[in-house]
């Protein structure tokens, strides 16, 4: 099967910091990937390269053909002075298609929102409009990065659910890569847990000698013992 992402020896470098150093790691359609590491591991570095909002100092990204990304990050992207509506018109305009924007409100729970400016919003609802604008035209490569950061348990069950259905219209042909420290409230999605430091792999729940791997649930086990 081919890779939908592939990172190949990808370093990334600010000032005397390297912050990805040779990552390898090729993810698939279907996979729900937990990428887990400390702070400044390389988690956020690593999906900007992929999203292509930053570029490796070497190495190369890899997609397959055809495929779309999604991203939603720490800094929203979004125009504060607009109304929540009048930016995903906006984002929607700039790729030719508006006609799912009361969908998406109504999806989101944005409804009541529409009208207000994104800089009257709390951090949770701004957090839900840009994950909105991440969703909206149905990627197969979905990177988030500390998406339940600013959700309250109504939030984090929005994005589930639309996770839900997002990989259900995509019909499996969805990759969904999810940095967090948030464990317990999104590790429900996971088919893969990743932990990278000092932007390398140090464990894969895919890798084993068995063939099989560590498995999900291990991998998240060993990572919160060693994290406490």
Known sequence: MQPLLTFRGVYKTFGDLEVVSGLNLELFAGE????LGANGAGKTTALRVASGLARADAGSIEHRSNS???FSGHHSFLYHQLT???NLV?????????EHIKE????????PFSKKRISQLSKGYQARVSLSRAFMFNPNILLLD?????LDTSGVEILLSNLAKLKQRLEGDLLVVCATHDIHRISSIAS???VIDSGKVRVDSKDGDNGAGIGVEKAIQDYLEVNR
């Not at 906006?90 to 508006?98: D, I, S």
């Open 84 to 86: 929540v509506e009048e």
């Open 90 to 98: 906006l984002f929607a305009k700039l790729a030719g298609c508006t």
């Open 192 to 194: 893969r847990v990743i």
């Open 68 to 70: 779309t990304i999604g």
């Open 32 to 35: 729900s990937v937990l990428l």
């Open 104 to 111: 998406i409100l109504k999806e989101w729970g944005l409804e």
């Open 146 to 150: 500390e998406p339940t950061s600013a």
